[in-house]
């Protein structure tokens, strides 16, 4: 009974944020509900028993929405609301009406058929880390490297795009050296 | 699921909830005497035997206050970003042991919570959902010393998590599970079994990694008060701003409660002494962030961010490298 309760409280409560998200036309509401959909995810997570996939959930998303919050800050003024410009408004409706079924008859299709299996069903006595190890560096260890060189390609690409001038540290300097910089930067 | 665990796990909750409310109003009593004797002077004094009520004349003070909301500031965001903060600080707390199990009428009880198999992970994922407050509260506030602040909670996130992510990681794959219990028990043997002596290069980066977490003196940056005001709380007042506040000390009572569970044996053989133990390991870290408060400067933004990345994170993978050539050899 309580992970019925727990499921529809989450459920109910995923579903009105990231409508909130969609719906809203100011940046804050907006990064928020984005953060607290995220969150109420990994309910779903420990509802099921997955308690590791859960807690990296958390993790990994305050950490990507919060990198969304430094950009935010950055181009809006986040306390005012954003002037969208609205297109054909059935277009969109009609388009995202359709994306949401196709999402849920492709996901829905195996269970209904009942051809879902698991592959690799849990082991018991084994903890949910050692499980998803397991899974991670036999069956899946080519994606799972692959997946780890496109980010360290990702990575090298934003070092060399944002360090035009790595080899100027700010920390490093004493204060005069700073004022110099400063002077340069004002008759340059 | 019974009834009896049920109540049982309300009642710890309840418990949990009012020890450390009411901790971190002393939390603050404690600082202020503390930092009082170190700068020889003699702090809050007159309300009560050695200023001892202080505490609750702040609470009144806090609890009857006007909760002004300014007009500019975006409503409801202002209004939920206090609650994150002191919210997430206490549900950090379901992960971790107190005390080891005792009994109690014939009622074994463990005092935790929710003994899941991943609580590190939980724990370091929650509290880093508390410095949602700080930011939200600095975006929403319409005050651009607010919005300094909001913009350095940023960059605090994203620096000391890299550092106390990696740091974490070399203990866990000594002891093999993410359970507070399991680290506790895989010391339990004494003094000589501590992680601290194989790993005492995690300890200090994870140490440090505490004190940006909970955003305390050296990493005071957030909210600077010789630099932007109050930043996030500026705007804020009453019982909004001591709930901030509630969760700042609630954090560092339950870091300081990590920091030892994790590398210097925890509660030990669970008996009372190994309890005791705890508590004093517990005053002493929680001691240590007061002592800091007083001794050290506060640092800059961009020193904290180049002391993470360039110092502290590369410390750390070397760590981490280390400890698994030695665990494989």
Same mark, same amino acid.
């Given at each position: 009974? $309580? ?36 969150? $109420? ?10 308690? $590791?996939?859960?807690? %990296? ?47 849920? %008859? ?28 397991? %899974? ?5 260890? %080519? ?46 | ?10 009642? @710890? ?12 109003? !002393?939390?603050?009593? *404690?600082?202020? @005497? ?7 002077? /003699?702090?809050? &004094? ?6 001892? /009520? ?7 003070? =806090? ?15 202002? @209004? ?10 206490? &549900? ?5 042991? *107190? ?24 724990? =370091? ?5 508390? =410095? ?11 005050? @651009? ?28 794959? &000594? ?19 501590? !992680? ?8 200090? =980066?994870?140490?440090?990694?505490? *004190? ?32 901030? +506040? !509630? ?39 929680? *001691? ?40 494989? +050899?």
């Amino acid at each position: 009974m $309580f992970e019925a309760i727990a499921f529809y409280l989450f459920a109910f409560l995923t579903i009105v944020m990231f409508f909130i998200t969609v719906t809203t036309s100011q940046a804050l509401y907006a990064l928020s509900a984005l953060a607290a959909g995220m969150i $109420f995810i990994s309910a779903f997570f420990f509802i099921l028993g997955a308690d $590791f996939l859960g807690a %990296v959930q958390i993790i990994v998303y305050t950490g990507a929405v919060m990198a969304l919050y430094a950009f935010g800050m950055m181009f809006f003024d986040s306390t005012r609301e954003v002037k969208e410009k609205q297109g054909n408004k059935y277009i969109i409706v009609g388009l995202s009406t359709l994306a949401a079924i196709l999402v849920v %008859v492709i996901f829905s299709a195996p269970m209904v058929s009942d051809k879902i299996v698991a592959l690799y069903p849990a082991i018991d006595g084994v903890g949910n880390t050692q499980e998803v190890g397991l %899974v991670l560096f036999t069956k899946y260890l %080519v994606p799972f490297e692959v997946a780890a060189i496109m980010l360290l390609v990702a990575m090298v690409a934003g070092i060399v795009l944002a360090g035009k001038k790595m080899d100027l540290s700010i920390t490093l300097m004493s204060d005069s050296e700073i004022e110099e910089q400063k002077n340069k930067k004002v008759l340059s | 699921m019974d009834t009896a665990y049920l109540i049982e796990t309300i009642i @710890k909750v309840v418990v949990i909830l009012l020890i450390f409310s009411a901790l971190a109003g !002393i939390g603050t009593y *404690f600082e202020r @005497k503390v930092l009082a004797f170190m700068q020889r002077r /003699l702090g809050p &004094m007159y309300v009560g035997p050695y200023g001892l /009520l202080q505490v609750a004349a702040d609470g009144i003070k =806090l609890f009857t206050k006007e909760d002004i909301i300014p007009t500019n500031v975006v409503r409801p965001i202002f @209004k939920i970003a206090p609650v994150i903060t002191a919210a997430t600080a206490f &549900m950090a707390a379901a992960a971790i042991p *107190f005390f080891p199990q005792f009994t109690l009428f014939g009622y074994t009880v463990h005092p935790i919570v929710a003994d899941v198999n991943i609580g590190i992970l939980y724990i =370091l994922g929650v509290m880093a959902i508390g =410095l949602y407050g700080p930011l939200l509260g600095g975006m929403a506030s319409a005050n @651009k010393f607010s919005l300094l602040s909001a913009a350095r909670t940023a960059a605090v996130f994203i620096s000391y998590e890299v550092v106390s992510g990696l740091a974490i990681l070399a203990p866990i794959m &000594m002891v093999g599970s993410l359970s507070l219990i399991d680290f506790n028990n895989y010391q339990a043997g004494g003094i000589a079994n501590w !992680i601290v002596w194989s790993q005492p290069v995690a300890f200090v =980066l994870f140490w440090i990694a505490a *004190f940006a977490e909970t955003g305390r003196t050296p990493f005071h940056l957030i909210a600077n008060d010789h630099e932007i005001i109050d930043g996030f709380g500026t705007e804020y007042s009453g019982m909004r701003w001591g709930l901030f +506040f !509630i969760g700042e000390y609630a954090n560092m009572f339950f870091i300081s409660f990590v920091i030892p569970l994790i590398f210097l044996g925890g509660y030990g053989d669970g008996s009372l002494l190994g309890a005791l133990g705890l508590i004093a390991k517990v005053a002493f870290f929680f *001691f240590f962030f007061l002592w800091t408060r007083a001794a050290w400067p506060d640092v800059r933004p961009d020193q904290l961010m180049w002391l993470c990345w360039k110092v502290l994170m590369p410390l750390a993978v070397i760590n981490v490298v280390i400890t698994g050539l030695v665990m494989m +050899f």
